[in-house]
């Protein structure tokens, strides 16, 4: 079931994603060589905490942490580890959500550890260009197919492959909500956009082939190749006047 939101819960999930946002950032601001995940984790974790809003993530279905962080060819849900020191080229996956007042933000973002490959900061442009052809797409009357096509021919022109297995979704009063927002389909189809729905919509893209696994530990995804991965997302309402950002810094 699609929940439409009003104006005011609308108000709130911006709240949310502020917060969200700016816990990103102050992720990504973090991230370099000799750096841990599990420091970062903390980081964003008491960032939450500080400003009276909860992880989202922090025990949803189980996960151990604040953020997902996933390195190189992990794709998503990586877990955050003392044991995972970041080094020069690495590219990093950070996925965030916050919960204030009831409501979720949800966000991701790749940073570049130090100087990184120009075959990464290409998979890092295209992925975060991408995320935004597929903004551009969330227009009340459109339909949630023509966001993922969207993403898909721009990313599948470059080469690149969209993930199947992982969608984004709505967002509200809870973190995952109905619609699925895949990364690829057929311009035309899926359910109707309409003002007051909040959807995530986040492509995860891959250096090679699309294919994932998931890890024995039930969350760390990698690319089944091997090949590197990166993952951008924004939470957005779709209004009359067209999609806007919840998950921005102000
Ligand atoms: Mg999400």
Known sequence: MIVLKTARELKLMRAAGRISQRA?????SAVEPGVTTKEIDTLVRKYIEEQGATPSFLGYGGFPAS??????NVVIHGIPSEKCVLKQGDIVSIDIGACLNGYHGDN???FPCGDISDDAKRLLKTTEESLFKGIQAAKAGA???DIGHAVQEYVELRSYSVVRDFVGHGVGAKLH???SVPNYGAPGR???????MA???EPMVNMGSHKVKVLRDKWTTVTADGKLSAHFEHTLAITADGPVILTLPD
């Open 24 to 28: 990103l950032r102050l992720a990504g």
């Open 67 to 72: 953020a997902c962080i996933s390195v190189n």
């Open 108 to 110: 991701a973002w790749t």
């Open 143 to 145: 339909k949630v197919g």
């Open 177 to 179: 909500e109905d619609p």
């Open 190 to 196: 899926g359910a109707r956009l309409l003002p007051g």
């Open 199 to 201: 959807i995530a919509i």
